[in-house]
């Protein structure tokens, strides 16, 4: 979440195009990751 | 309105500039205020979200954040068009790219959101959460990333005839202004309220049920 915050704060303060780009790849990325993590668990789906 | 095709340029890759496709002002001021109110929609189902955590209390579960992450993503594009809209600096190869970049987002949205549908979708699953107008929020979740790529869809079909003008009135500038700062508010927002409710720890439990930094400086 902190990631997305800077990436937003740079966009606002119109910083350089590839560090906005790197930093929304890494927050996506990292959201990825955090649902890599908290996906443990097979779908039960016996209707 | 001023005609716009002019200004507007693409870089090829030496870096060149060629004069692009005439743009049709009506549908380019559209566009703008299409991605004002797009920001402005998430900001109402993020601070929504919020009256359910807050006024509900209710915990949002690892899932339901991981949606909010991917709706700032989707976001955080759309706000970097109206800035450069707002900027004057706003080309159609930047517009295409920030909408490449919504869509990437919210399809990730839509994976954490169905695979929490998926998790409740057996008859007599009560569902996690209480329902918002007969549904779940993370079935509202996906379908607001489904509206995203959809509306991203058609802005990217239609990028030869507009790309976003910002307006020169200045209170309709304020107004575009407003909803930015108004989404980097929620932004704080949210960071706050992870913050709080994870505590001193990497993760969220699965099934929250207090605010652990609270719990752990003994004040909750």
Known sequence: MVVLLVAAIAVYRDQNTLRILALWVVALVLSMLLFNYHVTSSLDLSF | ?220
């Open chain 2, 1 to 220: 309105m001023t005609d716009v095709s002019a200004e507007i340029t693409s870089e090829d890759a030496s870096g060149a500039t060629a004069p692009e496709p005439p743009t049709n002002p009506l549908l380019s001021s559209f566009a703008f205020w299409g991605f004002v109110v797009f920001i402005l929609a998430y900001c109402g189902t993020l601070l929504g979200a919020f009256a359910v955590q807050l006024v509900g209390g209710e915990f949002p579960c690892p899932l339901c954040m991981l949606q909010r992450y991917a709706m700032i993503l989707a976001t955080i594009p759309a706000m970097w068009i109206v800035l450069e809209a707002l900027r004057g600096t706003l080309t159609r190869g930047r517009y295409v790219r920030s909408i490449g970049m919504s869509i990437v987002a919210a399809c990730a949205g839509s994976v954490f959101a169905t695979r929490q549908i998926l998790l409740h979708i057996l008859p007599g699953d009560p569902g996690y959460g209480s329902a918002v107008l007969g549904l779940h929020l993370y079935t509202w979740a996906l379908i607001t990333f489904q509206i995203v790529i959809v509306f991203c869809g058609v802005m990217a079909l239609l990028n030869r005839h507009a790309v976003p003008v910002a307006p020169s009135g200045s209170v309709a500038r304020l107004a575009a202004k407003a909803v930015v700062w108004l989404f980097l508010g929620v932004i704080v927002a949210n960071v706050v309220a992870i913050i709080v409710l994870e505590g001193v720890a990497w993760v969220l439990p699965d099934n929250p049920t207090q605010y652990n930094l609270l719990t752990q400086l003994g004040i909750g």
